[in-house]
């Protein structure tokens, strides 16, 4: 069936540098962009970031730009998400979705938490 | 930047009863890329309706979308107990792909 199983997140100190990976399955990976959405504690959701299907494009939010980097391994169907300079506010729950082409986010991920913590 | 509003923020109502829940955009949606997602608490968003009026796959009927330009509503004809959740919209034609604050529906 079709699934997305993130991974990678943990508690880690402000300034430090942490990867998510998201496992895809069920469906044709290459042939979807992947999006990464977070959700802090009790708020809403945040789009973070998207690579297009084939890692042609990437387009950030404001809030991770510089900091993060998202990267697509069509040949082992992962998506990554390598999060540098981790700050207080990068605490969230982060999502993987995909994207089938100017298509809504779907399937979404379980999620995997990083909290940045001193 | 597209914002998206929703109101109300939160909405108290009985099961068998109607839902109306309403996102506003600071822009007009182009071609109604306007999406609905329910959320229950400890899980990943689940995609409700698209392009405005869309159900998803596996999406009761109960649920009904609609609207266009910046203004667009989500309704629950008769609510069940399992559709007490977190709903938000999100815009998803233009970058940055935005998300409403979320309406949540609890139980009256």
């Known amino acids: 069936q079709v699934q997305l199983v993130e991974s990678g997140g943990g508690v880690v100190q402000p300034g430090r540098s942490l990867r998510l990976s998201c496992a895809a399955s069920g469906f044709m990976f290459r042939h979807y962009g992947m999006h990464w959405v977070r959700q802090a504690p009790g708020k809403g959701l945040e789009w973070v970031a998207v690579i297009w299907s084939d890692g042609s494009n990437k387009i950030y939010a404001d809030s991770v730009k510089g900091r993060f980097t998202i990267s697509k391994d069509n040949s082992m169907n992962t998506l990554y998400l390598q999060m540098n300079n981790l700050r207080d506010d990068d605490t969230a729950m982060y999502y993987c979705?995909?994207?089938?082409?100017?298509?809504?986010?779907?399937?979404w991920g379980q999620g995997t938490l990083v909290t940045v913590s001193s | 930047e597209n914002v998206l509003t929703q109101s109300p923020g939160t909405l108290s109502l009985s099961p068998g009863e109607r839902a109306t829940l309403s996102c506003r955009a600071s822009q007009s949606v182009i071609r109604s890329y306007l999406a609905w997602y329910q959320q229950k608490p400890g899980q990943a968003p689940r995609l409700l309706v698209y392009?405005?009026?869309t159900r998803a796959a596996g999406t009761p009927d109960r649920f009904s979308g609609s609207g266009s330009g910046t203004d667009f509503t989500l309704t629950i004809s008769r609510l069940e107990p399992e559709d007490f959740a977190v709903y938000y919209c999100?815009?998803?034609?233009?970058?940055?792909?935005?998300f409403g604050q979320g309406t949540k529906v609890e139980i009256k």
């Open positions: 999100q815009q998803y034609v233009t970058s940055p792909w935005t």
């Open positions: 979705a995909g994207d089938g082409g100017s298509m809504p986010f779907d399937p």
């Open positions: 392009g405005a009026s």
